[in-house]
């Protein structure tokens, strides 16, 4: 298990903030333990808020906000890994989980850099 120290927070802001910018999309803000989507506002976490202990990540996208479970995940690798899913779903909201979904993320992980999603009109 991974100890959500000052500075493990912040090379997890780190990774969210390239990761963000190798994927074209605005960083969203980032929670790293349940205490944290417990304080934000019913309206954000509606449907996934006392289930969100049990997944290893996050994404509540209509409010570009991110779960990272710290407390739940095992190293460094399960880390990045969360965190590049969880920054997926941002970038392809239209993607469900499937194999289309998990070779992005394999890219991702690999250092891809993908053009920034356009919303269609
Ligand atoms: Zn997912």
């Known amino acids: 298990m ?3 120290d000052p500075d493990l927070r912040l090379q997890i802001l780190e990774r969210v903030g390239i990761y963000s910018a190798r994927f074209g999309i605005e960083e969203p803000r980032v929670v790293l333990s349940t205490k944290e989507v417990l304080e934000l506002p019913k309206e954000i976490t509606q449907g996934r808020r006392t289930s969100a202990y049990k997944y ?3 994404s509540y996208m209509q409010h570009n906000l991110v ?3 710290v407390k739940k995940i095992p190293d ?6 969360t965190i590049v899913h969880e920054l ?4 392809f909201p239209y993607l469900s989980h499937g194999k ?6 394999r890219r991702g992980l690999a250092g891809k850099i993908f053009k920034p999603y356009q919303k269609r009109v």
């Open 88 to 91: 997926m779903h941002m970038r």
């Open 100 to 105: 289309r979904f998990n070779r992005l993320v």
């Open 56 to 58: 290893l990540g996050v």
């Open 2 to 4: 991974m100890r959500l």
């Open 76 to 81: 460094g690798k399960t880390l990045d890994n």
């Open 67 to 69: 779960f990272i479970n």
